[in-house]
């Protein structure tokens, strides 16, 4: 009689490094006004320079700047306004201990002046980034839901600059939103960008970052990552720190973060944004033991060109 001993199979799976599909990045485009979305492919612009100098504002319109401030009752109900819930996230905090984030004061002058408060009726607060005249960058969650059956954000208004109860330059709403398929519908991760088109406008008054060519190398690169941290009083903190594992769509880092820094520019010291923070530690390696932000690749920088001349508003 043979004997035969039955061993288990065992499937070794690499990390999910996902790739880019190409239909995923389809433009979601809403239009506040209206209330309807435009679906449209982009051609992606492969011979076009597609990175951006950062631009300090102009010393004539950021001198004519007034400060406006909030009531106690409007400060405090900002206040109360929850952080965007990342859908695809554990809820474990993102700061590794010692708490290295450092307050920034001077948020009227550039370039902190650049970064911007983003608050929404049913998402709640965020962050974003100027990059153009009217233009916002921030994290797909905190314009739209994510899942073919989730909901675009509702009553935004944006504060360039927000220090406490103080705005700098004041606040507006918003005339569109972009996101990609596999954001808006997929509810993808690895797809997790978008942007906003304000009312009024900005660069003259806050500056924009700049974006950084999407072929260089990024890995063990020192960044930088500002935002409005839902544990402190809608003021602006930064944390410093490198990068730590790149992906085709995503990278990780160990900066110190906290909700309400979804949308937060990665960038480099010379201010050039490579990808939007966008979660905290969760399930499964190598995103428990980091925080991550999703890659401005070729696709998405020509996604942005594309928003940024919706409008005309460059």
């Known amino acids: 009689m043979n004997f035969y001993l039955a061993l288990p199979f065992v499937f070794l799976v690499p990390p999910c490094t996902a790739s880019a599909d190409s239909l995923l990045e389809r433009s979601h485009i809403f239009d506040v006004s209206i209330g309807e979305v435009v679906v449209t492919d982009f051609p992606v612009l492969v011979d076009s320079d597609l990175s951006r100098m950062p631009q300090p504002p102009e010393e004539a319109a950021l001198a004519a700047n007034m400060l406006f401030r909030d009531s106690l009752d409007e400060f405090e109900a900002l206040l ?4 965007a819930i990342v859908p695809y996230e554990e809820g474990l905090e993102s700061v590794f201990y010692p708490d290295d984030r450092e307050e920034v004061t001077e948020t009227e002058t550039y370039p902190a002046s650049a970064t911007v408060l983003i608050t929404s009726s049913n998402l709640g607060r965020c962050t974003g980034w100027v990059v153009a005249e009217r233009t916002l960058v921030t994290a797909g969650h905190c314009v739209h839901e994510g899942g073919a059956g989730g909901s675009w954000a509702e009553d935004v208004r944006v504060y360039a600059g927000r220090n406490g109860s103080v705005s700098p330059f004041g606040s507006c709403a918003v005339s569109h939103m972009f996101s990609v398929e596999g954001w808006v519908v997929e509810r993808d991760k690895n797809y997790d960008y978008g942007v906003l088109i304000a009312d009024c406008e900005l660069v003259s008054v806050t500056g924009a970052f700049g974006l950084a060519d999407p072929d260089q190398e990024w890995l063990e690169s020192a960044i930088e990552v500002t935002g409005y941290p839902v544990d402190k009083p809608l003021t ?7 990068v730590t594992l790149v992906y085709e769509l995503k990278l990780f880092h160990r900066a110190d973060t906290m909700s309400g820094m979804s949308g937060s520019a990665v960038h480099t010291g010379d201010l050039f944004v ?4 966008t979660n905290a530690r969760h399930n499964g390696a190598p995103w428990r033991s980091n925080n991550a932000a999703t890659r401005l690749t070729e696709a998405r920088l020509s996604n942005i060109a594309h928003w940024i001349d919706f409008e005309g508003n460059d």
Do not use: I, T
């Open 80 to 83: 109360r306004m929850p952080a």
């Open 274 to 277: 490579f990808a939007v923070h």
């Open 236 to 242: 602006q903190w930064a944390a410093e720190d490198k």
